[in-house]
């Protein structure tokens, strides 16, 4: 029996709730990156104005291009902050000490998302009024 056994089940399980969110956070900067591609096949599928055609693309392209590589960038942070954490938890409950619990990486992605998810809104927000 593996000492500990549910502790480093418990590391392992949060390791991979991480690499999903990473995964999902990298999908989800590709699906904005991609997104001028759909409106403006969108545009083409239904008539509309060239004022109208001009704003979907401006809207699309101010939102897609930086939005979504940022989103990608960050979901390759959480990839990273979630191995460097995995091994660093796994090496606490190796040496059989008590140590005090540390959440500042949480912490601080989960802030870098926050500010991500605001400025990829400005945009929108500004563009609809």
């Known amino acids: 029996m593996i ?3 549910t502790d480093h089940s418990a590391n392992e399980r ?17 699906l904005i990156d991609r997104f001028d591609l759909f409106v403006i096949t969108m545009a083409d599928a ?3 104005d060239p004022a ?8 699309s392209s101010s939102l897609g291009h930086g939005t979504g ?7 390759f942070v959480f990839i990273v902050a979630a191995t460097i ?7 606490r409950l190796l040496d059989g000490q008590i140590h005090r619990p540390g959440f500042i990486m949480e912490v601080v992605l ?17 563009n609809s009024a």
């Open 3 to 5: 000492k500990s056994y």
């Open 14 to 30: 949060t390791f991979l709730a991480w690499l999903r969110t990473g995964v999902a956070i990298i999908a989800f900067g590709f």
């Open 46 to 48: 239904v008539s509309i």
């Open 52 to 59: 109208r055609r001009a704003q979907l693309e401006a809207m």
């Open 69 to 75: 590589l940022s989103f990608i960038l960050v979901g």
């Open 85 to 91: 954490r995995f091994l660093w938890t796994r090496s």
């Open 110 to 126: 989960a802030a870098i998302l926050a500010i991500l998810i605001v400025a990829a809104s400005i945009p929108l927000v500004f």
